[in-house]
C-alpha cells in the first residue's frame, strides 16, 4: 500500500475580475502519483507547472475539485475530524521560503517545540531535550534555541525548519522548492542533510524542484509535470535521461555541472 497518492486530481481555481467577469484556470488535470514508504520522489517541472499546487492537495491545505488524496488506502477528504491530527503528524513540509515560514517574534526553541507540544503532548524538560536533540541533528548548536529567526542566517534558518518538520517523526516530508533560495555550496550541504536523516529515520521525501541536478543526486524516482499534467514518469540515472519535450527542456536549461562529491552536512 502507497504511503500518500493522488488519483486523477484536478484543481480549478476561479477569478472574479474588477467588472465581474469570471475566468478559470486549470492548474491540475488528472494527475496521479503514489509515494511508497522510505522511498524518495522528485516532483519536477517549471515554475508555474503546478507542482506546488499539487503539494497543497497532498498535505490537505487545499481540497481537488475533483479526484481524491489517499493517505495509506484512505481517502483525505473523509477523514474522521479525530483522525486528522494524526496525518499532521505523518506528513509535513518545508518551505522554499525559510522567513516566511516562521513566527519572527519566536525563538528558534520555540519554533521547534510547537510541533512537539500539539501533536505529541511534550513539554518541561523532554521537550526541552527533544529540541535541543533536534538542533543537534540539523547540525545547529542547541543553544541557538534562544536566538530569534533574524539572528540566523538563511542556511540556518532552513535547517530550523527542517527540524521543526522531523519533530513529530513524520512519515513523508514534502520539500517544496527547499533548497533553491540558498546557494550552491549550501545546496550540496542541505541534500547531504537530507539523505543523512532519511538513513537514519526512514522518512519518505516528496521533493518539488524545477533543478534537474538536484533530482540526479538525491532522488530515486521522478516525475515530471507541465502544464498541470504528469507527463513522464521514470527512474533516475545520472546523467538523467527524460523523454518528454518538458524533462528535455529541464535537461538543456541546465548550468554547468554540480560538483562530483557531495560536502558533508
Do not use: W
Not at 519536477?44 to 491545505?61: D, F, H, P, Q, V
Not at 475539485?65 to 494524526?86: N, Q, R
Not at 521522478?222 to 521514470?234: K, P, Q, S, T
Amino acid at each position: 500500500m502507497s504511503l500518500l497518492s493522488a488519483r486523477n486530481v484536478s484543481r480549478v481555481y476561479r477569478r472574479v475580475s474588477l467588472i465581474g467577469a469570471s475566468k478559470s484556470a486549470h492548474v491540475l488535470d488528472d494527475v496521479s502519483l503514489d509515494i511508497a514508504h522510505g522511498e524518495t520522489v522528485a516532483l519536477l517541472g517549471r515554475s508555474g507547472c503546478g507542482k506546488s499546487t499539487l503539494a497543497r492537495l497532498l498535505l490537505g491545505l487545499e481540497r481537488p475539485d475533483s479526484g481524491d488524496i489517499l493517505f495509506e488506502g484512505h481517502p483525505l477528504a473523509s477523514l474522521p475530524k479525530a483522525e486528522m491530527p494524526g496525518f499532521r503528524r505523518a506528513v509535513q513540509m518545508v518551505f522554499q521560503d525559510s522567513v516566511g515560514a516562521v513566527d519572527p517574534r519566536a525563538t528558534i526553541g520555540a519554533i521547534v517545540a510547537e510541533p512537539l507540544r500539539h501533536l505529541l503532548g511534550l513539554d518541561g524538560e523532554a521537550l526541552r531535550a527533544r529540541v535541543a536533540d533536534l538542533l543537534d541533528k540539523v547540525g545547529l548548536d542547541p543553544r541557538d534555541a534562544g536566538k530569534l529567526p533574524a539572528q540566523m542566517s538563511g542556511g540556518q534558518l532552513q535547517r530550523v525548519c527542517l527540524a521543526r518538520a522531523f519533530a513529530p517523526e513524520p512519515k513523508l516530508i514534502v520539500l517544496d522548492e527547499a533548497v533553491s533560495n540558498l546557494d550552491l555550496h549550501l545546496q550540496i550541504q542541505m541534500i547531504a542533510l537530507f539523505e543523512r536523516l532519511r538513513e537514519e529515520t526512514g522518512t519518505a521525501y516528496l521533493f518539488v524542484t524545477h533543478d534537474i541536478r538536484l533530482v540526479e543526486r538525491f532522488c530515486t524516482r521522478v516525475l515530471v509535470m507541465d502544464e498541470g499534467r504528469m507527463v513522464e514518469e521514470a527512474p533516475v540515472t545520472r546523467p538523467l535521461a527524460l523523454q518528454s519535450p518538458a524533462g528535455r527542456a529541464l535537461r538543456e536549461a541546465v548550468l554547468p555541472a554540480y560538483p562530483r562529491r557531495m560536502m558533508p552536512a
